[in-house]
């Protein structure tokens, strides 16, 4: 524990001046790059995820920044050569779609942050087949809570290899969206929905969360946390045992994982926040080694990253120029 904090401290120490001068293994950013069912514009778009079978989906928060009231799918089934859409569902079901997983079996999971003008919808995360027919929900339509079977405003979920569900829950404050005052925790679910366990506090010490914004399991099994506003990387074992803390990663949003690789995305990293040198974009490194080693610079720079099968990475991003970012493999 002792050596994997000392080398984060050592690599964040160096981080910023890094940033500035390693290459970037991917082209300039393709904004917009994505075309939903309807035709464009897309909406605000936290998640991009790809599937077992290489298969990449996407959120389009209906054209806008809510599903509120729309018909429109906002789960996306993307055409990775054409940026077309192959397949959309989930109409109806969402008011604030921002959290993507995609299951060994194909399935859709989405977290739901927001809620309805009637109170009737949100604040759920919904397992979803690839056709759109609901699997599972956990939390109660339309209503906070701190306890096993209400949500704050969810803002990830992932499943581990045995089918077990992990939620990060406490989504920093949007106006008109999701409140201030939220607890932040991870809860951890059974594979049928039964609340296990969950950890986790406001704060920015060891056992603090502060808007824990995306969730990775790495081949090691370990659950990777965006712990975003405290701007590091939080490692944890499948019951809550905190393995390491990394700041080399920036203020990452969310992760793509692919073997030895982690892809940290930093949506949110100014001048102000990290003064010296921080900047947007994607980070991308070793994680035995624990080491970022290539950085991609993005201004615009989304909440969520994916690589394609073909090598090429994309971004969702959530405000303007919304939609899907495309950086073409060099």
Request: proline share 7%.
């Amino acid at each position: 524990m002792k050596s994997a904090l000392a080398l984060a401290a050592l690599v964040a120490f160096s981080s910023a001046a890094f940033a500035q001068d390693i290459p970037s293994p991917f082209g300039a950013p393709e904004n917009q790059w994505a075309t939903p069912p309807a035709g464009k514009p897309w909406g605000s778009s936290a998640g991009i995820e790809r599937g077992p079978k290489g298969e990449i989906w996407a959120i389009d928060r209906c054209g806008a920044n809510s599903c509120d009231g729309s018909d429109k799918n906002p789960i996306v089934l993307l055409d990775m050569k054409t940026g077309t859409a192959k397949k959309a569902i989930g109409a109806g079901l969402f008011v604030f779609p921002h959290g993507l997983h995609v299951d060994k079996q194909g399935n859709i999971w989405v977290t739901d942050g927001g809620v309805s003008k009637d109170g009737a919808k949100g604040l759920q995360v919904i397992k979803l087949s690839p056709d759109g027919k609901v699997l599972l929900r956990l939390g109660t339509a339309g209503q906070r809570g701190n306890d096993e079977s209400h949500f704050q405003s969810p803002s990830d979920v992932v499943t581990a290899p045995n089918g077990d569900i992990f939620v990060s829950d406490g989504h920093a404050p949007i106006p008109n969206i999701v409140p201030a005052g939220l607890n932040m925790r991870v809860m951890k679910f059974s594979p049928e929905g039964k609340f296990i366990i969950q950890w986790g506090k406001p704060g920015s010490g060891k056992d603090g969360l502060n808007n824990p914004h995306g969730l990775a399991f790495d081949a090691r099994g370990r659950l990777f946390v965006a712990d975003r506003a405290n701007a590091r990387t939080l490692i944890f074992s499948q019951d809550g045992k905190l393995l390491a803390e990394w700041k080399q990663f920036g203020r990452p949003s969310g992760f793509y994982i692919a073997g030895d690789r982690l892809y940290a995305i930093d949506a949110d990293s100014t001048e102000q926040t990290h003064p010296g040198g921080w900047r947007k974009g994607v980070w991308i490194g070793s994680i035995s080694k624990g080491s970022a080693e290539a950085f991609v610079p993005d201004d615009t720079a989304g909440e969520g990253v994916v690589v394609a099968p073909d090598g090429n990475m994309y971004g969702a991003v959530n405000v303007a120029p919304r939609g899907i970012t495309r950086y073409g493999r060099k």
